[in-house]
């Protein structure tokens, strides 16, 4: 069992930067993959990003390429998701995930390929 805990959500004018944290427990951090997907309202769940278990290897939506950086620091069982340049379109509900199936693979961006999720952090970007 993985516990997911985020946090580092907010209101932010357009042009703006936040960081999102993503605490783990439960089990060994450095044994799975982590992901950020994002909820809009009235929309599916999205893929923003994805590091594999070493943070040797990460993968970004094209939305957000180039804006977004995803980290983590396995000695704090922890995931980052750096978010700069943020515009309305990344208003969403955002959620960390864990995959402990493939953790060194960077391709796996479908929700269903995640084990376990943490419980969102509101993110608002005002125009």
């Known amino acids: 069992q993985v516990q997911l805990v985020e946090s580092g959500g907010g209101l932010v004018q357009a042009g703006g930067s936040l960081r999102l944290s993503c605490a783990t427990s439960?089990?060994?951090?450095?044994?799975?993959?982590m992901g950020w997907f994002r909820q809009a309202p009235g929309k599916g769940r999205e893929f923003v990003a994805r590091?594999?278990?070493?943070?040797?290897?990460?993968n970004y939506a094209d939305s957000v390429m180039g804006r977004f950086t995803i980290s983590r620091d396995n000695t704090k069982n922890t995931v980052y998701l750096q978010m700069n340049s943020l515009k309305p379109e990344d208003t969403a509900v955002y959620y960390c995930?864990?995959?402990?199936?493939?953790?060194?693979?960077?391709?796996?961006?479908?929700?269903?390929?995640?084990?376990?999720w943490g419980q969102g952090t509101q993110v608002t970007v005002s125009s």
């Open positions: 995930a864990a995959d402990l199936l493939l953790p060194g693979i960077a391709a796996r961006v479908r929700p269903q390929e995640y084990d376990y």
């Open positions: 439960g089990r060994t951090f450095s044994s799975y993959a």
């Open positions: 590091i594999t278990w070493s943070g040797g290897r990460t």
